[in-house]
């Protein structure tokens, strides 16, 4: 166990609809990372928090958006779903926002119909 | 897109056997790391290798790194059943803004038969 969590563990929803899913961090972790983990395939950075800021993105839409508490849990949402966005969704939390092990929650898997 | 590919994309072994499975990687990384994920759910971290390491052991895995060649290996020695998951490398590349992320490679699936 990471201490990472996330919730929920599934979710159906239908396409154009939005999403909201929500991490809290390991105890002590101030960074928070999102990934997305399609089928068969390896997980992709969507983007980080430090510091309630966004500390950098990947490859993906503006309709990813997130947020970081001041607790250092964090929410990913998600606009407009498209079907394409059916997947695992990972966080991650670390200490600091470089070259350190990042530690995993369970997954929330989205299916979107 | 994904940084790296594992090679092989799935490895069926007997209990006791070794199982090698090797990463390759595009860009200059900070580290280097091996994550395990049991059917579709969370990543579990098993170990980290930073650049100017060429080999480490945590228990009865050992990852080498060769940067002139942009490749590591995963050893996982004296296999167990409970070996069976989905093995993935992701870098740390250097240059990505200080975000630590991490860019994965598309995975190994280790099957352990008794």
């Known amino acids: 166990e990471t201490g990472v969590t996330q919730s929920p563990t599934h979710l159906i929803k239908t396409r154009g609809q939005q999403v909201t899913l929500r991490c809290s961090s390991q105890?002590?972790?101030?960074?928070v990372s999102w990934y997305q983990q399609a089928l068969g395939q390896g997980p992709q950075f969507i983007f980080q928090y430090y510091r309630e800021e966004e500390n950098g993105r990947g490859n993906f839409p503006p309709r990813f958006s997130g947020l970081q508490f001041p607790n250092y849990s964090s929410e990913l949402n998600v606009n407009a779903l498209e079907l394409d966005d059916s997947a695992l969704y990972l966080c991650?939390?670390?200490?600091?926002?470089?070259?350190?092990?990042?530690?995993f929650g369970p997954g929330t898997r989205l299916l979107v119909l | 897109s994904q940084q790296g590919e594992e090679d092989p994309q799935a490895l069926s072994i007997q209990e006791g056997e070794n199982a090698t499975m090797n990463c390759s990687y595009k860009?200059?990384?900070?580290?280097l790391q091996w994550y395990r994920q049991n059917s579709g759910r969370g990543l579990v971290h098993l170990i980290l290798i930073r650049s100017n390491e060429r080999e480490k052991h945590s228990g009865r895995l050992r990852v080498t790194l060769d940067t002139s060649k942009k490749s590591s290996s995963l050893l996982i020695t004296a296999s167990r059943a409970a070996d069976t998951a989905s093995y993935f490398c992701?870098?740390?590349?250097?240059?990505?803004?200080?975000?630590?992320?991490?860019?994965f490679g598309q995975g190994t699936t280790l099957q352990v038969k008794p």
């Open positions: 105890s002590g972790h101030n960074t």
């Open positions: 992701a870098t740390d590349a250097k240059g990505s803004g200080n975000t630590g992320k991490l860019i």
């Open positions: 991650a939390s670390s200490l600091v926002g470089t070259g350190e092990t990042q530690y």
């Open positions: 860009t200059s990384i900070n580290n």
